[in-house]
């Protein structure tokens, strides 16, 4: 399989071209990511996921960089004007970018100046200035003076000139690459707030006056910058200095020792390009790319923090009673069997009805054996948690407070509504809240990942690049689990590799109608599940009871026949294998590589025969939070406290510590060591300790530290001392390229209940 691109990809990734070869070719024939990292390893030498989609997606890159060149040899052949140096150029122009560039002379554009001018007959008189020869301008430019095509004066000529050159200078590719290069390398986010705006953009007001240098701002700032602008807060600029691109267009252009009048007819031309025509095309381009870049980081961001906050570590199935906090409206109350089944639902108000609350737990945990309570960690939370945790229920009985984001959301949701049409949006509520404890995985992939709030931005970038890396994280958690194939819901099985909505509702279909899945091979009877959706979903599919142990584990059918032959070899079963490691120990995998099977595949087969089904995710751990300290009020500096990170971002991280408000630990707190990116230090969902820096109860922020007390108290020192120094509040200019020593995070969506506008000052 030959593909001029192959070479360049293996390149790019440090890979062989073989195994790009590979890949692209089982991507081509409909093979998803999950099962190409898991069960293709002898095709592609074993790459792993992240690889995997770097080829999928530099390829789609590359064959639509192909589809664009060929449209623009057709356009330019159409017009006649398609010569071998061109077509040569067109042909090896390797971005985009390069691609337009080459194109720009020759793509259909309305009329222009120069159009109007060539349309007089100027453009000779333009070619011969543009060439810089020495003759006489003013009698050269008489003789183009032709009142019946609109030139009446030499002047009138010599300025359609210039717009014929000005056209000239801005198409050149090489003028274009200066500009390029210059404006990302020199350009400046050079931000004012728009008169008359100042009191209405009060949440903008750190950028009021701010410059930066476009390369180095943080992909935050750059998305709250833009922000600002396009809700008409903020004026932005991002173009560099003048005169230095004024200079390297000159350079280009303006012959040395050339006619005095000619030479300043030719930087008459180049100043109106620039400024006219070249300026906003690059800067357009260049706050394009910045945008590009800094949707990539955000993107990223959100993607590492979901995938973590779907790999939590689950409760398991257990009997579970949840509660969804509300004193004034009560505390809905549900209970779940282990399967997360919707047994019984109630509500109670202990502040109000104390002894009767108690007595409603008291008889549901009792009477449907709870476990576990789980505790929405919304408004009261820790009200509740105090109650349960007051009425003498057995210490066996798991309390355990659960990240509630989204679940409202799921309540109002279509999904909510099929599982539950006779029940109301707060019962739904509260099962969502249970379930969560008991397997997060399959309770978060109903909602929208956008909605579940471990995001920065996610409505300021790409929304179509946002979702493709979503699904990707979501699709690759799900198949790493593993899924259950007689409980999982639609939703669930349709990110099983290879199924999707469709054949997911199938599954559901046949199994109310057949009644439980005995054996994998009976997915083969589900409508419209053919032998490539077989092949590609079955080994992440798991039946727990079949007769065939091998159906719960991880071994794809395909392999079967190995194991088998192993456990043959051994005079055992299947079944003696799985449960017995001396003889798994017996079994030499050499023996049974084939031309398709090699040592990659085998070595995961006797993996999965010593734990078969086993879930990758964290063992379960109950965070306790400090008890006494249930609201910001409750706050104090130096209060030591336990929390759970609820989100990561490029300048930090927030952590509950049961308050109902999350606080931040800021980057330059997250550690005593220089920290470059905070996914170094934590994880959403991470258990930590923090201690409380600083509260501002008025305006809700509570800012953290992870650094210990020595490291909190120098922090302290530094930001007296800068106080002392910064006596003014407004930010002072820092100048290009350096990062002001006060950052404001813009809110958005879940940011409006975790910090605000995140004005405070940040010591470095």
Same mark, same amino acid.
């Given at each position: 399989?030959?593909?001029?691109?192959?070479?360049?990809?293996?390149?790019?990734?440090?890979?062989?071209?073989?195994?790009?070869?590979?890949?692209?070719?089982?991507?081509?024939?409909?093979?998803?990511?999950?099962?190409?990292?898991?069960?293709?390893?002898?095709?592609?030498?074993?790459?792993?996921?992240?690889?995997?989609?770097?080829?999928?997606?530099?390829?789609?890159?590359?064959?639509?960089?192909?589809?664009?060149?060929?449209?623009?040899?057709?356009?330019?052949?159409?017009?006649?004007?398609?010569?071998?140096?061109?077509?040569?150029?067109?042909?090896?122009?390797?971005?985009?970018?390069?691609?337009?560039?080459?194109?720009?002379?020759?793509?259909?554009?309305?009329?222009?100046?120069?159009?109007?001018?060539?349309?007089?007959?100027?453009?000779?008189?333009?070619?011969?200035?543009?060439?810089?020869?020495?003759?006489?301008?003013?009698?050269?430019?008489?003789?183009?003076?032709?009142?019946?095509?609109?030139?009446?004066?030499?002047?009138?000529?010599?300025? +359609?000139?210039?717009?014929?050159?000005?056209?000239?200078?801005?198409?050149?590719?090489?003028?274009?690459?200066?500009?390029?290069?210059?404006?990302?390398?020199?350009?400046?986010?050079?931000?004012?707030?728009?008169?008359?705006?100042?009191?209405?953009?009060?949440?903008?007001?750190?950028?009021?006056?701010?410059?930066?240098?476009?390369?180095?701002?943080?992909?935050?700032?750059?998305?709250?910058?833009?922000?600002?602008?396009?809700?008409?807060?903020?004026?932005?600029?991002?173009?560099?200095? &003048?005169? &230095?691109?004024?200079?390297?267009?000159?350079?280009?252009?303006?012959?040395?020792?050339?006619?005095? &009048?000619?030479?300043?007819?030719?930087?008459?031309?180049?100043?109106?390009?620039?400024?006219?025509?070249?300026?906003?095309?690059?800067?357009?381009?260049?706050?394009?790319?910045?945008?590009?870049?800094?949707?990539?980081?955000?993107?990223?961001?959100?993607?590492?923090?979901?995938?973590?906050?779907?790999?939590?570590?689950?409760?398991?199935?257990?009997?579970?009673?949840?509660?969804?906090?509300?004193?004034?409206?009560?505390?809905?109350?549900?209970?779940?069997?282990?399967?997360?089944?919707?047994?019984?639902?109630?509500?109670?108000?202990?502040?109000?009805?104390?002894?009767?609350?108690?007595?409603?737990?008291?008889?549901?945990?009792?009477?449907?054996?709870?476990?576990?309570?789980?505790? +929405?960690?919304?408004?009261?939370?820790?009200?509740?948690?105090?109650?349960?945790?007051?009425?003498?229920?057995?210490?066996?009985?798991?309390?355990?407070?659960?990240? &509630?984001?989204?679940?409202?959301?799921?309540?109002?949701?279509?999904?909510?509504?099929?599982?539950?049409?006779?029940?109301?949006?707060?019962?739904?509520?509260?099962?969502?809240?249970?379930?969560?404890?008991?397997?997060?995985?399959?309770?978060?992939?109903?909602?929208?990942?956008?909605?579940?709030?471990?995001?920065?931005?996610?409505?300021?970038?790409?929304?179509?690049?946002?979702?493709?890396?979503?699904?990707? %994280?979501?699709?690759?958690?799900?198949?790493?689990?593993?899924?259950?194939?007689?409980?999982?819901?639609?939703?669930?099985?349709?990110?099983?590799?290879?199924?999707?909505?469709?054949?997911?509702?199938?599954?559901?279909?046949?199994?109310?109608?057949?009644?439980?899945?005995?054996?994998?091979?009976?997915?083969?009877?589900?409508?419209?599940?053919?032998?490539?959706?077989?092949?590609?979903?079955?080994?992440?599919?798991?039946?727990?009871?079949?007769?065939?142990?091998?159906?719960?584990?991880?071994?794809?059918?395909?392999?079967?026949?190995?194991?088998?032959?192993?456990?043959?070899?051994?005079?055992?079963?299947?079944?003696?294998?799985?449960?017995?490691?001396?003889?798994?120990?017996?079994?030499?995998?050499?023996?049974?590589?084939?031309?398709?099977?090699?040592?990659?595949?085998?070595?995961?087969?006797?993996?999965?025969?010593?734990?078969?089904?086993?879930?990758?995710?964290?063992?379960?751990?109950?965070?306790?939070?400090?008890?006494?300290?249930?609201?910001?009020?409750?706050?104090?500096? +130096?209060?030591?406290?336990?929390?759970?990170?609820?989100?990561?971002?490029?300048?930090?991280?927030?952590?509950?510590?049961?308050?109902?408000?999350?606080?931040?630990?800021?980057?330059?707190?997250?550690?005593?060591?220089?920290?470059?990116?905070?996914?170094?230090?934590?994880?959403?969902?991470?258990?930590?300790?923090?201690?409380?820096?600083? %509260?501002?109860?008025?305006?809700?922020?509570?800012?953290?530290?992870?650094?210990?007390?020595?490291?909190?108290?120098?922090?302290?020192?530094?930001?007296?001392?800068?106080?002392?120094?910064?006596?003014?509040?407004?930010?002072?200019?820092?100048?290009?390229?350096?990062?002001?020593?006060?950052?404001?995070?813009?809110?958005?969506?879940?940011?409006?209940?975790?910090?605000?506008?995140?004005?405070?000052?940040? +010591?470095?």
């Amino acid at each position: 399989m030959n593909n001029p691109h192959f070479p360049k990809i293996a390149q790019e990734l440090n890979i062989t071209e073989h195994q790009v070869a590979a890949t692209a070719l089982l991507l081509d024939e409909g093979a998803t990511i999950p099962f190409i990292a898991r069960y293709r390893k002898e095709a592609t030498g074993s790459l792993n996921e992240v690889v995997i989609a770097q080829i999928r997606d530099r390829l789609t890159q590359l064959r639509d960089l192909d589809k664009r060149r060929e449209a623009i040899l057709k356009s330019i052949e159409e017009q006649g004007k398609l010569t071998p140096e061109l077509k040569k150029k067109i042909e090896a122009a390797e971005t985009m970018t390069a691609l337009e560039d080459l194109y720009l002379p020759y793509k259909p554009k309305k009329r222009t100046r120069a159009t109007i001018a060539r349309e007089k007959g100027l453009e000779p008189l333009g070619e011969k200035i543009f060439a810089q020869e020495d003759f006489d301008l003013i009698a050269e430019a008489k003789k183009f003076i032709d009142p019946e095509k609109g030139v009446n004066t030499e002047e009138e000529a010599l300025a +359609g000139a210039r717009d014929i050159i000005a056209e000239k200078v801005n198409e050149d590719v090489e003028a274009r690459a200066t500009m390029r290069d210059l404006f990302w390398k020199k350009g400046a986010y050079t931000v004012k707030v728009i008169p008359g705006k100042e009191e209405e953009a009060k949440k903008y007001m750190d950028y009021f006056d701010w410059e930066e240098a476009v390369q180095e701002a943080p992909s935050h700032r750059v998305l709250a910058i833009r922000r600002g602008e396009k809700e008409g807060m903020l004026s932005l600029d991002t173009s560099p200095e &003048e005169e &230095e691109a004024l200079q390297k267009l000159a350079h280009r252009f303006v012959k040395e020792g050339s006619n005095a &009048e000619n030479t300043e007819q030719m930087e008459l031309a180049v100043k109106d390009a620039y400024k006219r025509l070249l300026k906003s095309s690059m800067e357009t381009e260049v706050r394009l790319k910045a945008k590009k870049k800094a949707d990539s980081e955000a993107i990223q961001v959100f993607a590492d923090n979901l995938r973590e906050l779907l790999l939590a570590a689950p409760l398991g199935q257990k009997a579970v009673l949840a509660i969804d906090p509300g004193f004034r409206t009560g505390c809905k109350v549900v209970c779940l069997d282990p399967q997360g089944k919707l047994l019984k639902h109630d509500v109670i108000f202990p502040d109000r009805r104390r002894t009767e609350a108690m007595a409603t737990i008291h008889d549901l945990c009792k009477k449907y054996d709870v476990q576990a309570i789980a505790i +929405g960690n919304g408004t009261a939370s820790r009200e509740t948690e105090a109650f349960i945790r007051s009425i003498g229920l057995s210490k066996e009985v798991l309390v355990v407070m659960v990240n &509630e984001s989204g679940a409202s959301i799921y309540s109002a949701s279509e999904v909510a509504r099929e599982e539950f049409p006779d029940e109301d949006i707060t019962v739904r509520g509260s099962v969502s809240i249970g379930r969560r404890l008991m397997d997060p995985l399959a309770e978060l992939v109903k909602l929208d990942p956008k909605s579940i709030g471990v995001g920065q931005y996610q409505h300021d970038v790409d929304q179509t690049a946002l979702k493709k890396s979503l699904d990707d %994280v979501v699709e690759s958690s799900v198949n790493k689990v593993g899924v259950e194939v007689n409980t999982a819901s639609k939703q669930l099985l349709t990110y099983v590799s290879g199924l999707g909505p469709v054949l997911a509702q199938n599954i559901i279909e046949y199994r109310n109608e057949n009644g439980a899945f005995k054996s994998r091979a009976e997915l083969k009877k589900v409508k419209r599940l053919g032998n490539k959706a077989f092949e590609q979903a079955a080994g992440f599919l798991r039946i727990g009871d079949a007769p065939n142990p091998l159906d719960a584990s991880a071994v794809h059918p395909e392999s079967y026949p190995i194991v088998e032959q192993m456990a043959k070899d051994l005079g055992c079963s299947v079944t003696d294998l799985m449960k017995d490691d001396k003889l798994r120990q017996q079994i030499d995998p050499k023996k049974y590589v084939t031309d398709t099977v090699g040592l990659p595949t085998l070595n995961d087969i006797l993996q999965e025969l010593a734990k078969p089904g086993r879930d990758p995710r964290a063992k379960f751990e109950v965070v306790e939070f400090a008890e006494g300290v249930n609201t910001i009020e409750d706050l104090k500096t +130096g209060m030591k406290l336990n929390g759970v990170v609820t989100n990561v971002t490029k300048f930090g991280a927030f952590v509950d510590i049961g308050v109902h408000q999350d606080g931040l630990v800021h980057i330059s707190e997250l550690s005593n060591t220089f920290v470059s990116d905070p996914n170094e230090v934590v994880k959403v969902q991470q258990k930590v300790e923090v201690m409380v820096l600083d %509260v501002d109860v008025e305006r809700k922020r509570i800012q953290l530290t992870m650094k210990g007390e020595a490291g909190a108290a120098d922090t302290a020192k530094r930001r007296n001392n800068k106080d002392r120094k910064n006596k003014p509040q407004n930010r002072r200019k820092d100048g290009v390229g350096n990062k002001s020593k006060k950052e404001e995070e813009v809110p958005e969506g879940d940011f409006n209940s975790k910090l605000a506008a995140l004005k405070a000052k940040f +010591g470095k």
